[in-house]
């Protein structure tokens, strides 16, 4: 199969030679999607309900190239009553993110939308699309209710696991598309997209397999070392397999609760860990380790991730960024002063790539340019901002940060 990164963002041989210096990123982002999208057995989420899902979030991201390619395969596999409810779903769906109902985290509140009204989808779907706006727009509004929700729908907790990693992997797949695109010179602008009010409470509760765990939230974002508690239950440790294991990568992940939880997928945990660990660790050129790490630290400050923040604010000072930098802007918020222009474009062009419909664009390349980064390092900064919009998603979407006792 081409590889659908490349072919959606119809990359040059130059920009493909470039792509392929990160060789596992390459390779397991496109695992992903056969994971997600195309497994060897569908199990209880029917292909059509996967296409379905990924031609409503492609939609209500505004990606033409993508949503024409997963309508597609929606249109290839569904009868024409869903294809024609999954696009007035996208219409009903489409606006300006991200969002929260948290203040001071990213634009005024807008509520929530919610799909009952359309037609044609089913209970399923219904609250599958329900979920993949929340994931799109406003991930930090997630509550264990919106587990309850799907739950209540019909969703497994594994397929829920499935269904989180897919719009959260879509939600990395079409940023880095974006980027490529705009990278390889498009001088497109982000298309004008008015807010739409949704409503305050959407009503959903929780299931009796959702799980409300007693957690200490963190008052804002912190310099120090966070917890997570998940509201469904992780794969028990006597349920693992070899190939659980192997999805882990690293065996002691098994005491985490929350690599435990994404194990309900392993071939899309395992992907998805080898994408992440190529894209931040991989030094053959490109940007450096702490500026990969402080463009996740901004894409978590966007979203309102405290606990991906956590983490990657201390990479970035570990491997040699500016603390006092980094401090101010998790204290501070998006403006602060990051004392030096490189970090300042960074953390623009971070920041343009997070917003729904996608604003990073070519004035946005041209200064990532003139601060000295080359396309390789270009294409380190696409890929690590649009990998954080897929870890924060999980992140805020299936648990809840928790401050450690030492902290409180």
């Known amino acids: 199969m081409a590889d659908i990164i490349n072919q959606l963002a119809e990359v040059s041989p130059e920009i493909a030679k470039l792509r392929s210096r990160r060789p596992d990123a390459l390779a397991n982002a496109q695992l992903s999607f056969e994971a997600l999208l195309e497994p060897a057995e569908e199990g209880t989420f029917p292909f059509t309900e996967r296409y379905a899902v990924a031609a409503f979030v492609a939609g209500i991201y505004q990606s033409t190239n993508a949503r024409d390619f997963y309508a597609d395969l929606l249109a290839d596999d569904a009868p024409a009553e869903l294809n024609a409810a999954v696009q007035e779903a996208i219409a009903h769906g489409i606006s300006v993110g991200p969002y929260a109902d948290a203040e001071g985290i990213s634009g005024d509140a807008a509520g929530f939308i919610t799909f009952e009204s359309v037609a044609g989808l089913g209970e399923r779907l219904v609250a599958a699309f329900d979920f993949a706006h929340l994931l799109v727009f406003h991930p930090k509004d997630a509550a264990p209710e919106a587990i309850g929700h799907l739950q209540a729908a019909g969703w497994s907790d594994d397929d ?39 409503v305050a409470k959407p009503g959903w509760q ?76 991989n030094t053959d050129g490109g940007m450096g380790r702490a500026e990969r790490e402080l463009a996740a630290t901004v894409v978590s400050r966007f979203n309102g991730c405290e606990f991906c923040a956590s983490v990657h604010q201390q990479r970035s000072k570990d491997e040699g960024g500016d603390a006092d930098a980094v401090d101010r802007l998790l204290f501070e918020g998006l403006d602060a002063d990051l004392g030096s222009e490189q970090w300042g474009v960074i953390r623009d062009a971070s920041r343009e790539l997070t917003r729904t419909p996608f604003a990073f664009n070519s004035g946005c390349v041209a200064k990532l340019r003139g601060v000295g980064f080359d396309d390789l390092a270009i294409i380190d900064l696409i890929n690590s901002a649009s990998f954080f919009n897929w870890a924060n998603r999980l992140m805020l979407t299936i648990g809840a940060p928790d401050v450690p006792k030492r902290y409180r």
């Open 160 to 198: 829920i696991v499935t269904l989180a990693q897919l719009i959260s992997f879509l939600s990395f797949q079409l940023r880095v598309i974006h980027g490529l695109v705009v990278l390889g010179g498009s001088t497109a602008c982000a298309p004008e997209t008015e807010s739409k009010e949704g």
């Open 206 to 281: 929780n299931h009796e397999r959702t799980l409300t765990p007693d957690v200490h939230a963190p008052e804002g974002f912190v310099n120090h070392s966070l917890g997570w508690k998940p509201w469904l239950a992780p794969l028990p440790k006597d349920e693992f397999t070899p190939e659980h294991t192997d999805a882990l990568i690293r065996p002691e992940r098994i005491d985490s609760e929350y690599f435990r939880l994404l194990a309900r997928d392993p071939a899309a945990l395992k992907a998805r860990t080898l994408t992440d660990l190529d894209i931040f660790y």
